[in-house]
Each structure stands twice: as C-alpha cells, then as structure tokens.
C-alpha cells in the first residue's frame, strides 16, 4: 500500500490540515474545552496522505492519536495554532476541522485562581480568538488555491453554514449537526453538507473515515483544475 500511496493524484501537494478541540486557560490549574475528538480532522489528514499529499496536521489536544504519515505539530490554544498554521503555509490547500475555542480569558492569571470566603463566584472575562480560517482565507498573497472550512452547528445547518461561507471568504464549507441527539461529535459517523459556490451537497450519514475519503478525492480534483 505504503508505495502506491506516494504516488496519488496529490503527490507532491502540500495541505495543512487543523484539528482537535483548543484549550484556553483559564488559570495554570484549568482550562476551556470543548466535545471534539479530532476524529473527522484524523480521518481527513489520513486520507489526503494516502493520496500521496505532503500534510502538516496541525492538532490541538484531541482524544485521537494523529495519523501516521503526517507531519504532526501540537498545541493547545487557538493563537498558537494560528501561529503554527501561518509557520506551516504556503501549502495548495488548508483544510480547517479543529474546533477551535471562540474565546479565551480576556486577562493573563498566572495563579490559581482562589475562592475568596465571600461565596462570590470570580467573573470571568473573554476575549475572541483570531478566526484561524477566515484569516487564511483573506490573504491578499499566498492564499492556498482551496481553503476549507469546516461549520458545527446546532440548529439551521445550511443557512448558518452558507453565511459563514460568506462571511470567512473559505471556498468550501463542510457543515454539519453536532447537537447532542446526532452523536457527531466524539461518534464515529458524521452527516454532512458540502457548502460550495454550486450550492448545498446533502451527503448520507456514513463513517467519519468515508467522508473523509470523499472529501480528499473532491480536494485532489479541484487541485488538478
Ligand atoms: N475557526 C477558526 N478559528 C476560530 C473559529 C473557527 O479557524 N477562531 C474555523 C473552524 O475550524 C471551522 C470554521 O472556522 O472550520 C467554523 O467554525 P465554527 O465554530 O462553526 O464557526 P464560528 O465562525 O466560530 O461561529 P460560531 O461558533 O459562532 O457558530
Ligand atoms: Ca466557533
């Protein structure tokens, strides 16, 4: 297998791919998480690598091992995987799947934060993270040709996923249902819409691993454009 592999239709293609939930501190004994296991992002850097493309997996801490054949770089908060993803490009494609945290906490606590004998609850404040995918997707030189984005949603998948569409400027959305009753997230399948400038694709529910290998063959076509 591992000799055919070397030579698909994305040899010689560089593609960086997220993955994984982020991390954001809160204070040096806890954190921000969320449900991703990285599983959909695994799945999709492993089948662009079996078709032969050079893939830099960029992978917060996610509940998954990385894929073999992979160039793995680690991190924990969405500023470090913006860095790391801006370190990894140019590539010919960027495929976006983590789920990275919206929010971080606005202040720096280098210590524990500690309960203060009052009953108050500490208030904690948020600042945005930079939006990884929309920042790729703006490059005014050295964009990737297809820059991929990925749209959890709970509710009103298409609608909100084709505004995201518009609104990061990403050519491709991969949408999808993580309410809780879909068992998406942290399951094994995924049911997804393919957002492209052709409209809305409703795909079967089928194995993460299958909509990934669809996935990297429709990526291997439109690199071959
Ligand atoms: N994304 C990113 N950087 C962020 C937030 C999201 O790169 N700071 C990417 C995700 O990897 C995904 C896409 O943007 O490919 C959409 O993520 P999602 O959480 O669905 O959308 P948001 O724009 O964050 O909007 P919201 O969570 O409010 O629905
Ligand atoms: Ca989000």
Redo the contacts with the bound molecule.
């Keep these: 297998v591992e000799a055919a592999l070397a030579d698909g239709p994305l040899k010689g293609r560089h593609i960086v791919v997220?993955s994984g939930p982020t991390h954001e501190p809160i204070d040096p004994v806890r954190y921000i998480a969320n449900r991703s296991s990285g599983a959909q992002g695994t799945a999709l850097a492993r089948a662009l690598a079996a078709l032969g493309a050079d893939v830099t997996f960029v992978t917060g801490p996610a509940t998954v091992p990385p894929p073999d054949g992979v160039k793995v770089v680690k991190v924990q908060t969405?500023r470090e995987?913006?860095a790391a993803v801006q370190t990894a490009l140019p590539a010919d494609a960027a495929v976006?799947?983590?789920?990275?945290?919206?929010w971080r906490m606005a202040e720096d606590h280098g210590q524990k934060i500690k309960k203060d004998g009052s009953g108050a609850p500490p208030v904690l404040s948020f600042a945005?993270?930079?939006?990884?995918?929309?920042?790729?997707s703006q490059m005014k030189t050295g964009r990737p040709k297809l820059v991929?984005?990925?749209?959890?949603?709970t509710e009103k998948v298409e609608a909100?996923?084709t505004a995201?569409r518009q609104?990061?400027g990403?050519d491709w959305?991969?949408a999808n249902d993580v309410s809780p009753v879909t068992g998406i997230m942290g399951g094994d399948e995924n049911a997804v819409v393919l957002i492209t400038d052709a409209g809305a694709d409703r795909w079967p529910r089928m194995r993460k691993s299958l909509v990934a290998n669809r996935l990297a063959e429709l990526i291997a076509e439109a690199l071959a454009q």
Excluded: Q, S
Excluded at 96 to 102: E, P, R, S
Excluded at 148 to 153: K, N, P, Q, R, S
């Design positions: 997220t969405a995987m913006l976006f799947a983590a789920a990275v945290a919206d945005e993270n930079p939006d990884i995918l929309a920042t790729v991929v984005g990925f749209a959890a949603e909100h996923a995201k609104r990061k990403c959305i991969v």
